[in-house]
């Protein structure tokens, strides 16, 4: 029996660790990589390995802005848009919630909207909304709020569509992240089939939106895994990590998710939280774990967010 606090605990760790497994990958084909066996933190030996300068074991831009999020949530009680875009800035400009400070790979839309913000734009209206913002951003970075929450169903889709909008303010955006905390919650709560259970719960709460509805149901199309590819689209990137889940153990998970190539750290975060929901934290392999960076970091927001549960 894994207990909730496992649960909760593996959410955060999964989606660090998943973060951290992917960084030296990004950006290559799959059939640049090594083999799946072989992806861990250290690349084999002649591997080229993506961000040169940064230490294995160090997550990204996701991994730092879900922590954004989860002290915003942790410090406020609720979910304060203009807080989170404070921490947002503060983080693209000052390395906050970065391991050692530094700050790279940083997505083109979520930059927009940081400098929107900056220039004074409240920060739920910061998120460029056109058809092509539609990136991963926003979604790679909402687990926390689903592993914090405790209103119900419709509180926590309302929340997660609202930070969606700080940097990724499409509809498609926000229902993907509405989706994957749903899901999220069902793992928690241990639902039997907790992706069809999350999406029926979707359908219902939207049904008036048809805005929405037409997202869902037309783009986002969520009962159909047959297209992904692991790139940085918002869509795919759900999808993608959605089907990695079938690989087995969260070891396997994650790796699959990177073998996918393309946005192997995003792909891998936004997996590695689900499989490490699923599985616990107990799951996720010591080897990673000890080599995972910024633990002063992370340590005292688990802490905080075990606490509350």
Not at 22 to 33: A, H, K, S
Not at 188 to 208: F, G, H, K, Q, Y
Not at 297 to 309: C, F, Q, S, V
Request: hydrophobic share 40%.
């Amino acid at each position: 029996m894994i207990s909730r606090s496992q649960k909760v605990a593996g959410g955060l760790l999964g989606m660090l660790v998943g973060d951290a497994l992917g960084v030296p990958y990004e950006f290559n084909d799959p059939g640049r990589l090594p083999h799946v066996d072989l992806l861990e933190f250290d690349p084999p030996p002649g591997f080229d390995r993506t961000h040169k300068g940064v230490l294995p074991g160090t997550w990204s831009d996701d991994g730092a802005q879900a922590l954004c999020l989860l002290a915003s949530l942790l410090e406020c009680g609720v979910f304060d848009a203009a807080d989170f875009g404070k921490r947002v800035v503060r983080w693209y400009s000052e390395g906050y919630m970065a391991v050692n400070g530094e700050v790279f790979d940083v997505g083109i839309t979520t930059a927009e909207a940081i400098q929107r913000i900056r220039m004074g734009t409240p920060a739920l209206k910061a998120g460029p909304f056109g058809q092509y913002d539609n990136g991963n951003g926003a979604l790679m970075r909402v687990l926390p709020l689903a592993l914090w929450h405790h209103g119900d169903d419709e509180a926590l889709v309302r929340d997660a569509r609202l930070q969606s909008r700080v940097t990724h303010g499409h509809v498609r955006s926000q229902i993907c992240c509405a989706f994957y905390c749903l899901a999220a919650r069902r793992l928690l709560d241990e639902v039997d089939d907790p992706w069809s259970d999350a999406l029926a719960t979707l359908r219902e709460l939207i049904a008036a939106d048809e805005t929405a509805v037409e997202e869902l149901e037309f783009h986002i199309r969520p009962e159909h895994l047959d297209a992904f590819s692991g790139s940085g689209y918002v869509v795919d990137c759900l999808r993608s990590a959605r089907f990695v889940q079938d690989a087995g153990s969260y070891e396997a998970v994650v790796k699959a998710a990177v073998a996918l190539g393309r946005d192997t750290d995003t792909t891998a975060c936004v997996a590695g939280g689900i499989a490490g929901i699923r599985d616990g934290v107990g799951a996720i392999p010591s080897r990673w774990l000890d080599r995972l960076h910024g633990r002063e970091l992370y340590e005292p927001l688990l802490d905080g967010l075990l606490a509350r549960d």
